[in-house]
């Protein structure tokens, strides 16, 4: 029976002359002779015990000298106020001690690998490996908890807006959204495979279908991609779905529940609706579809204003249909050559094949990587277009149009970090729209889906899917906060015909199409209403809000880069005999 009476951190000076019993662990111990002063913690927070040797026993005060970092104890005692020289401004419970008169060791501890205190400086991988002990530094149980209740939150909102929790199946079947399935061998039929789900995209399209009309789920996702700081194997989604909508009615749910979380954690007013830019506009003024609207520098499109320059890149860029395009980046003229050398590198990682700079000096004269061989007043033209001031800085890319704004976009976005023109205080919130229903593979030779196959065409578009794929746009629509993608989200196809129309842009015969997702055009036939949804990213929500630099700090359990988990040491090898029960053959890796 748990006969605690209050949480460490909850005591106040409202219980002064009290009995209270604790039990949590032991943060720090310092012994003055004769009397013992420990910090007992749990995940409420710390308060100050003392065993003080002229009022207890000597048994008492032999246990209270034997207490050690992160052992276990129950303390009872009775709460008094401090001195007012003792305070402790840095404790929520600096006011008060509590005065021990009787103790319990429930369990001892060795010496921990790591520190159990917020400003550790470990490295990330011990914490990771020894997960079960970072989690009880007071910055992590603080994490834990505020993302109980951004969840919590989004539970109640879509509760009181008339939406019902379904959850649907982690076994499912490998479909194509994307990315790679993990998958799971069949013990019962050898040779066949269920996949983890990528999103419960079908199962909640059924869920409309079945006439549930409005679904949410917190939803484990799993993808086999490769990490990043805001990417892992394994994720959380918020999902929902609706039922004879358009496009504004899941946007304005988003939208409120966006207010609400961050009006109610966050102590900040959002302003409805939210802004709207198109991802053909995203593109060509940030090079992004999921821009950082914080600072300005935008893109510009200057092919016509150097027509006729005479530089041969330029040229033969025009002539081949390309893109010019520019960025000025104010107050920038102090970069060096080899910082400008740098960023070259950089953009050419990008697949564009360099970078042209001009850089005008604080007393007006020019440096720049390109000027000597621009004819005429073209170099003129180009910094006015740009509205290139003394001190500034103009970035020039040739090249596909697409491989030169995305290069562009992430050079304003590295500049924008190094300048220092970003507002870390702000939360830019705002939708991008109208997203192209296909991508071309050069890889795959064939269009690839932007967002997923089931996603619904805009229907002035439809006849495009015959004559123009490429430029066909979706009734897609993404939610953008501060260069982070937050979700995703778009009306569904739910007619047969053009669902096979879109199966078959991406390749697959009709055969090939009844073949994998039957299931879905058998149940088109039958009254499927018109519904949309969208997809909240938990981790990447709780990791902005929080400040966090990766999502490895707002979840329990990460993952690192390469997809291991130091703790439970997985991916790990099985023993044969589970493999000879899945019909599985191991082939050795080349060397």
């Given at each position: 029976?748990?006969?605690?009476?209050?949480?460490?951190g909850?005591i106040?000076a409202?219980?002064a002359?009290?009995?209270?019993?604790l039990?949590?662990?032991?943060?720090?111990?310092?012994n003055?002779?004769?009397?013992?002063?420990i910090w007992l913690?749990?995940?409420?927070g710390?308060?100050?015990?003392?065993?003080?040797?002229?009022?207890i026993?000597?048994?008492l005060?032999?246990l209270?000298e034997?207490l050690?970092?992160e052992?276990?104890?129950e303390?009872?005692?009775s709460?008094?106020m401090?001195?007012a020289?003792a305070?402790?401004?840095?404790l929520?419970?600096g006011e008060?001690?509590?005065?021990a008169?009787?103790a319990?060791?429930?369990?001892?501890?060795k010496?921990?690998p790591?520190y159990?205190?917020?400003?550790?400086?470990?490295?990330?991988?011990?914490?990771?490996?020894y997960r079960?002990?970072?989690?009880?530094?007071?910055i992590m149980q603080?994490m834990?908890?505020?993302?109980h209740?951004?969840v919590?939150l989004l539970?109640?909102?879509?509760?009181?807006?008339?939406?019902v929790?379904v959850?649907?199946?982690?076994?499912s079947k490998s479909t194509?959204?994307?990315?790679r399935?993990?998958l799971?061998?069949?013990r019962?039929?050898?040779g066949t495979?269920?996949?983890?789900p990528?999103s419960?995209?079908?199962?909640k399209?059924?869920l409309m279908?079945?006439?549930?009309d409005k679904?949410?789920?917190?939803?484990?996702c799993f993808?086999?991609?490769?990490?990043r700081?805001d990417?892992?194997p394994?994720?959380?989604?918020?999902d929902m779905?609706m039922?004879f909508?358009?496009?504004?009615?899941?946007?304005?749910?988003?939208?409120?529940?966006y207010?609400?979380l961050f009006k109610d954690?966050?102590?900040?007013d959002?302003?409805?609706?939210l802004?709207r830019i198109?991802?053909?506009?995203?593109m060509?003024r940030y090079g992004?579809?999921?821009?950082?609207?914080?600072?300005?520098?935008?893109i510009?499109?200057?092919?016509?204003?150097?027509r006729?320059c005479?530089?041969?890149v330029?040229?033969?860029?025009l002539a081949?249909?390309?893109?010019?395009?520019?960025i000025c980046?104010k107050?920038?003229s102090h970069?060096?050559r080899?910082?400008?050398?740098a960023?070259?590198?950089f953009?050419?990682?990008y697949?564009v094949?360099?970078l042209a700079?001009a850089v005008?000096?604080?007393d007006g004269?020019?440096?720049?990587s390109?000027a000597k061989?621009?004819q005429?007043?073209s170099m003129?033209r180009l910094l006015?277009?740009?509205?290139?001031?003394?001190?500034d800085?103009?970035?020039v890319?040739a090249d596909k149009?697409?491989?030169?704004?995305t290069?562009?976009?992430?050079?304003?976005l590295?500049?924008?970090k190094?300048l220092?023109l970003?507002?870390?205080s702000?939360y830019n919130?705002?939708?991008?729209?109208?997203f192209?229903l296909?991508?071309w593979s050069?890889e795959e030779?064939?269009?690839?889906?932007?967002h997923?196959?089931f996603?619904q065409?805009m229907t002035?578009d439809i006849?495009l899917?015959d004559t123009?794929?490429g430029?066909?746009r979706?009734k897609?629509?993404?939610l953008?906060?501060n260069?982070i993608?937050?979700?995703?989200?778009?009306i569904r196809i739910?007619?047969?015909d053009?669902?096979?129309?879109?199966?078959?842009?991406?390749g697959?015969?009709?055969?090939?199409?009844?073949?994998?997702?039957g299931f879905l055009?058998g149940?088109f036939?039958?009254g499927t209403?018109?519904?949309g949804?969208?997809?909240?990213?938990?981790?990447r929500l709780?990791?902005i809000?929080r400040?966090?630099e990766s999502?490895?700090?707002v979840?329990?359990?990460?993952k690192i880069q390469n997809?291991a988990?130091?703790?439970?040491e997985t991916?790990?090898?099985?023993?044969?005999?589970?493999?000879?029960?899945?019909?599985?053959?191991c082939?050795?890796?080349e060397?």
């Amino acid at each position: 029976m748990n006969n605690r009476t209050n949480m460490c951190g909850e005591i106040t000076a409202e219980h002064a002359g009290k009995q209270v019993i604790l039990k949590g662990w032991v943060q720090r111990s310092r012994n003055l002779g004769g009397i013992v002063f420990i910090w007992l913690r749990d995940r409420t927070g710390i308060v100050q015990v003392v065993f003080d040797g002229n009022t207890i026993s000597p048994e008492l005060l032999a246990l209270a000298e034997s207490l050690r970092s992160e052992f276990v104890v129950e303390i009872h005692g009775s709460v008094r106020m401090r001195a007012a020289d003792a305070v402790n401004a840095k404790l929520k419970t600096g006011e008060i001690e509590v005065i021990a008169e009787s103790a319990t060791i429930l369990n001892t501890s060795k010496t921990p690998p790591i520190y159990i205190e917020d400003e550790t400086k470990e490295q990330e991988n011990l914490r990771l490996k020894y997960r079960y002990l970072d989690l009880r530094r007071p910055i992590m149980q603080d994490m834990l908890m505020f993302r109980h209740k951004v969840v919590k939150l989004l539970r109640d909102y879509m509760d009181e807006q008339g939406f019902v929790e379904v959850e649907t199946p982690i076994l499912s079947k490998s479909t194509p959204e994307g990315a790679r399935d993990y998958l799971v061998p069949a013990r019962v039929k050898p040779g066949t495979f269920y996949a983890l789900p990528q999103s419960p995209q079908i199962y909640k399209q059924l869920l409309m279908l079945a006439g549930l009309d409005k679904y949410y789920q917190v939803a484990r996702c799993f993808r086999d991609e490769d990490g990043r700081a805001d990417r892992q194997p394994e994720f959380t989604q918020f999902d929902m779905e609706m039922s004879f909508i358009d496009p504004e009615d899941i946007q304005g749910v988003v939208e409120g529940a966006y207010q609400k979380l961050f009006k109610d954690i966050m102590q900040i007013d959002i302003q409805l609706p939210l802004p709207r830019i198109t991802w053909r506009d995203a593109m060509a003024r940030y090079g992004s579809d999921k821009p950082d609207t914080r600072f300005d520098m935008e893109i510009s499109d200057v092919g016509e204003t150097v027509r006729g320059c005479g530089f041969k890149v330029f040229e033969e860029a025009l002539a081949d249909g390309q893109t010019i395009c520019a960025i000025c980046a104010k107050a920038a003229s102090h970069l060096s050559r080899k910082e400008l050398d740098a960023l070259g590198e950089f953009v050419k990682t990008y697949h564009v094949k360099g970078l042209a700079w001009a850089v005008v000096n604080e007393d007006g004269t020019l440096r720049s990587s390109f000027a000597k061989v621009m004819q005429g007043d073209s170099m003129d033209r180009l910094l006015r277009k740009m509205d290139a001031q003394p001190g500034d800085a103009v970035f020039v890319i040739a090249d596909k149009k697409y491989v030169a704004l995305t290069a562009m976009g992430q050079l304003r976005l590295r500049l924008g970090k190094e300048l220092k023109l970003i507002d870390q205080s702000k939360y830019n919130l705002f939708w991008v729209t109208e997203f192209p229903l296909l991508e071309w593979s050069d890889e795959e030779n064939r269009f690839l889906a932007m967002h997923h196959p089931f996603t619904q065409v805009m229907t002035e578009d439809i006849p495009l899917m015959d004559t123009d794929p490429g430029a066909v746009r979706a009734k897609a629509y993404d939610l953008v906060m501060n260069g982070i993608e937050m979700g995703s989200g778009s009306i569904r196809i739910h007619q047969s015909d053009i669902q096979e129309k879109m199966f078959n842009l991406l390749g697959f015969t009709k055969e090939q199409a009844w073949q994998q997702f039957g299931f879905l055009l058998g149940a088109f036939q039958y009254g499927t209403p018109p519904h949309g949804g969208f997809a909240f990213g938990v981790d990447r929500l709780v990791m902005i809000l929080r400040g966090a630099e990766s999502l490895r700090d707002v979840l329990a359990f990460p993952k690192i880069q390469n997809g291991a988990c130091l703790m439970m040491e997985t991916p790990a090898d099985v023993q044969q005999i589970q493999l000879d029960q899945l019909k599985i053959q191991c082939v050795p890796e080349e060397k």
